[in-house]
């Protein structure tokens, strides 16, 4: 079946540093990756979405300055939080799905819970 | 605003009651899916259809584009169904691109 992996689970960050989590898709070929963020006592916002051969599309509020995402192959997509600040908290979860313009079923990963300090 | 908004926030059931939670979204919705996010914060995808009613096991997903609403009903509620429930709405561009609504706390107790 389809799984998504995100890895690390936790890290635990000083202010200012940077934080990459990455994101692997097995058992399908993800030509859609989607980043969200759960700041705590809110929902999921979506950051961006990346679609293989197209451009990476950064939300409002979201910049690659700031969230670099990385989607070279069909299996794995990387971001990275960078300089990051307590408002950079949360949980961010990867969401990968086959197709770009289907109704396929989007694929959550369990997510990489930032922690700054 | 909010795009979408999802009601109640919060709702307390006995076990064996029903739930029926529901989805306002104010643009336009190709699709409405439903999640349920463990404890732990990762999502699990519960149903998703654009449009008309769907059914798995005890849930059922209503979805009336045009009105821009659908409701999840939960029948015979269970302690384990406990959670929160979260509703997201594609726009277009793929079943990658969702807004979420705030969800609906559930909690059922014995």
């Known amino acids: 079946g389809a799984l998504v992996y995100q890895y690390p689970r936790r890290t635990i960050c000083k202010s200012g540093t940077s934080m990459r989590m990455e994101c692997q898709a097995v058992?399908?070929?993800?030509?859609?990756v989607a980043w969200y963020r759960q700041s705590p006592q809110k929902t999921f916002e979506l950051i961006a979405l990346s679609t293989v051969n197209s451009a990476i599309k950064y939300e409002q509020n979201f910049t690659q300055e700031k969230f670099p995402i990385s989607h070279p192959n069909l299996s794995f997509s990387s971001m990275t939080v960078l300089n990051a600040y307590l408002e950079d908290r949360g949980l961010y979860l990867c969401?990968?799905?086959?197709?770009?313009?289907?109704?396929?079923?989007?694929?959550f990963g369990e997510g990489s819970r930032l922690i700054v300090v | 605003g909010q795009q979408v908004q999802q009601s109640p926030a919060s709702l307390v059931l006995q076990e064996g009651e029903n739930a029926e939670l529901q989805c306002n979204f104010s643009?336009?919705?190709?699709?409405l899916q439903w999640f349920y996010q463990r404890p732990g914060g990762s999502l699990v995808s519960l149903l998703s259809?654009?449009?008309g009613t769907k059914h798995t096991g005890r849930l059922t997903s209503t979805t009336v584009t045009k009105e821009r609403r659908g409701s999840l009903h939960i029948s015979s509620s269970q302690i384990t169904d406990s959670g929160t429930y979260l509703c997201a709405m594609e726009r277009g561009g793929g079943s990658a691109k969702l807004i979420f609504g705030e969800g609906t706390k559930l909690t059922v107790s014995s």
């Open positions: 969401g990968a799905s086959r197709d770009s313009y289907s109704g396929n079923t989007l694929y």
């Open positions: 259809n654009p449009s």
């Open positions: 058992g399908f070929q993800a030509t859609s």
């Open positions: 643009s336009t919705a190709t699709r």
